[in-house]
């Protein structure tokens, strides 16, 4: 089993920029992919950016450019670096990992808005 914790959720200016961590415990060697999801009021959850253990990386067309999924293999952690955030990236954002004969695991999910 895995377990997901994000943070690094907030209030950011249209412009601006933040960082999202999501560290993983429990059975590690397990996971296949992580990545990031997020859903706005109203809205399907929809795929932000993942990479799998061969760190090939996939972005949503809206964030391409703009944000960077990261990893620290020393720390279990994965990071999303967003820059250049706008208004319509207002969502709760969800770390998930694709876990060997399981199911996903999911965190908890982080709130960002983006609003002056």
């Known amino acids: 089993q895995v377990q997901l914790v994000e943070s690094g959720g907030g209030l950011v200016q249209p412009g601006g920029s933040l960082t999202l961590s999501c560290a993983a415990s429990g059975s590690i060697s397990s996971i296949y992919r992580m990545g990031w999801y997020r859903q706005a009021l109203g809205k399907q959850r929809e795929l932000v950016a993942t990479f799998t253990r061969s760190s090939t990386t996939n972005y949503a067309d809206s964030v391409k450019g703009r944000f960077t999924i990261s990893r620290d293999n020393a720390k279990s952690t994965v990071y999303l670096q967003m820059h250049n955030v706008k208004p319509e990236d207002t969502a709760v954002y969800y770390c998930?990992?694709?876990?060997?004969?399981?199911?996903?695991?999911w965190g908890r999910g982080t709130q960002v808005t983006v609003s002056s």
């Open positions: 998930n990992a694709g876990v060997w004969g399981t199911l996903d695991s």
